[in-house]
């Protein structure tokens, strides 16, 4: 199984910060890398999906980055509604896997 | 407006089985793979078994093959997955996914609102 290995797992910043989060697989996954945010007692919510493609009804201050193995997600300009857990998924083969979080706090 | 909605889970004990539901609509549930992701309350998500549009094929984590089994009625749009030889270690928040395409790896836009297991004596 291709493991996915998230940094930092845990991250305080301030509104109006800009983070970023990366997300490291044991093997090239090409572009088949995706990053959901979760809130505390929902279901995940798809932001990205192939790297970098926003999903519909997402704020153009998230962007994701990267090839291969390395990738990244950035918001640009944090807002008090994007304080959540974040999640990258490699969709290259089965099963699919997760990193394993980042939270994400006010500081 | 696509809607999954996961109904099924419960308190059973050790060795026990239980059926998961999601219903779904608004969108055409058969050309969609599904699949069942869970989370231990405070921990991250796990794949744990996925099928294509069709139903053809179907595909299980290591942690659940042998007791698990992922199907799907594309008449009555609804999705299942029949828990067997249930284990402590297999309590969870379940939620049924929907995948992008018909086939089994893509990602996952839309969830379930998510149905709790609880394994324990």
């Known amino acids: 199984d291709i493991q996915m290995t998230q940094s930092p797992s845990s991250l305080s910043a301030s509104v109006g910060d800009r983070v970023t989060i990366t997300c490291r697989a044991s093997?090239?996954?090409?572009?088949?890398l995706n990053w959901y945010q979760q809130k505390p007692g929902k279901a995940p919510k798809l932001l990205i999906h192939?790297?970098?493609s926003l999903q519909s009804g997402v704020p153009s201050t998230f962007s994701g980055s990267g090839s291969g193995t390395d990738f990244t997600l950035t918001i640009s300009s944090l807002q008090p509604e994007d304080f959540a857990t974040y999640y990258c998924q490699q969709s290259y083969n089965t099963p699919p896997t997760f990193g394993q979080g980042t939270k994400l706090e006010i500081k | 407006e696509v809607q999954l909605v996961d109904s099924g889970g419960g308190l059973v004990q050790p060795g026990g089985s239980l059926r998961l539901s999601c219903a779904a609509s608004?969108?055409?549930?058969?050309?969609?793979?599904m699949s069942w992701v869970r989370q231990v309350p405070g921990k991250g998500l796990e794949w744990v078994s996925g099928?294509?549009?069709?139903?053809?094929?179907?595909y299980y984590a290591d942690s659940v093959r042998g007791r698990f089994t992922i199907s799907r009625d594309n008449s009555r749009n609804t999705l299942f997955l029949q828990m067997n030889s249930l284990r402590v270690e297999d309590t969870a928040v379940y939620y049924c996914?929907?995948?992008?395409?018909?086939?089994?790896?893509?990602?996952?836009?839309?969830w379930g609102q998510g149905t709790l297991v609880t394994v324990s004596s």
């Open positions: 996914a929907k995948g992008e395409n018909e086939y089994s790896a893509s990602w996952y836009d839309y």
């Open positions: 099928l294509t549009g069709s139903g053809d094929a179907t």
């Open positions: 608004g969108f055409t549930f058969s050309t969609h793979a």
């Open positions: 192939a790297v970098s």
């Open positions: 093997q090239s996954i090409n572009n088949h």
